[in-house]
Every structure is written in C-alpha cells, then in structure tokens.
C-alpha cells in the first residue's frame, strides 16, 4: 500500500500550493480519503477528507473557505488546492485513506498513510 504525496513547498504568506497524492498497491475502491497535518510541536490533525462519491466531505474549521478536496478515482489521486495560505498552515501534511465513513475517522484516525510532503508558509 503506498500513498505518496507532493506538491509541497516554500510560500509566502497569500500564497497558493496543490498538493496531489498518488494511491497504488491496493484497492481503495470506496474508501474515504483525506490530508492530516501536523505542525512543529503540535499534534497531526485532520484537515480534510472526501468520501468515495465525493457528496461527503470535511474540513477543518480553520481552513474552511480556503482548502479545496477533491479526488480522481480513475487515476487513483487525491488532491488539495490551498489558497490564501497563512503561516499557521506551515505543516507536514500527509495523505490518508481509510474504508470507515467520516464520522467515524473522525473519532478514530485513518488506517493507511502515506509519507509527507513539507508546507511552509512566510510570512
């Protein structure tokens, strides 16, 4: 199972970056998916997620209004476009994948993880 993400970089503050994570070595047919990110010194938290169909999705209430979801399940990627980027959004962020509904990853976590990609924004 490999979840691997990119697209991260160096951006100053109101700036804009996409980051794209790539699925493969397993189904993920139905599955939800979704980025967590976790800041120096802080916990990983769950900034959003998108169900299969993509009619469900999530969003941290920090980022609401800036941070789009959206999912290719074709070509088996994820992806996050973030606008208006703030340097409290400076993170690793990580993509995820889980079969449980979001209600549930909510309370639970996610199963499968990819490796991060880093986001630092400058102020």
């Known amino acids: 199972v490999q979840l691997q993400a990119s697209g991260g970089g160096l951006v100053q503050t109101g700036g804009s970056l996409r980051l794209s994570c790539e699925a493969s070595?397993?189904?993920?047919?139905?599955?939800?998916m979704g980025w967590f990110r976790q800041a120096p010194g802080k916990e990983h938290e769950l900034v959003t997620a998108?169900?299969?169909?993509?009619?469900?999705?999530f969003y941290l209430d920090s980022v609401k209004g800036r941070f789009t979801i959206s999912r290719d399940n074709a070509k088996n990627m994820l992806y996050m476009q973030m606008n208006s980027l703030k340097p409290e959004d400076t993170a690793v962020y990580y993509c995820a994948a889980d079969p449980r509904d979001i209600p549930t990853i909510l309370r639970y976590g996610m199963n499968y993880w990819g490796k991060g990609t880093l986001v630092t924004v400058s102020s």
């Open positions: 070595g397993h189904s993920f047919s139905g599955y939800v």
């Open positions: 998108i169900s299969w169909g993509g009619g469900s999705t």
